[in-house]
Nanobody, 120 residues
Framework: VQLQASGGGLVQAGGSARLSCAASGMIFSIDDMGWYRQAPGKERELVAIITSGGTTIYADSVKGRFTISRDNAKNTVFLQMSSLKPEDTAVYYC???????????????WGQGTLVTVSS
């Protein structure tokens, strides 16, 4: 199973960006999908999670500005980011909890990370 993230780049403060992450490979089902980020010198932190049923959880720092969504048919998770701030600058990683078959247990897979830089 591979997760391919895209959509990062340089954005001005107050602007918007949209990240995508597509899972591919041997996939039977996907439970939670999420986005995490790691800023320079800091630990990786949760940004947002979406369950297979569509329930969402957000970090307090992004509530009201970021929206997570998913396309189950395409095994893809999105992160729409708006009102971006310089403190949102980080490498953003996607994660998926994947079951590869009926007899397989759920395993976590991570994308390679995509850099989002917000300039002031």
């Amino acid at each position: 199973v591979q997760l391919q993230a895209s959509g990062g780049g340089l954005v001005q403060a107050g602007g918007s960006a949209r990240l995508s992450c597509a899972a591919s490979g041997m996939i039977f089902s996907i439970d939670d999908m999420g986005w995490y980020r790691q800023a320079p010198g800091k630990e990786r932190e949760l940004v947002a999670i979406i369950t297979s049923g569509g329930t969402t959880i957000y970090a307090d720092s992004v509530k009201g500005r970021f929206t997570i969504s998913r396309d189950n048919a395409k095994n893809t998770v999105f992160l729409q980011m708006s009102s971006l701030k310089p403190e949102d600058t980080a490498v953003y990683y996607c994660k998926a909890e994947v079951k590869r078959g009926v007899v397989y247990r759920v395993q976590e897979y991570w994308g390679q990370g995509t850099l989002v830089t917000v300039s002031s």
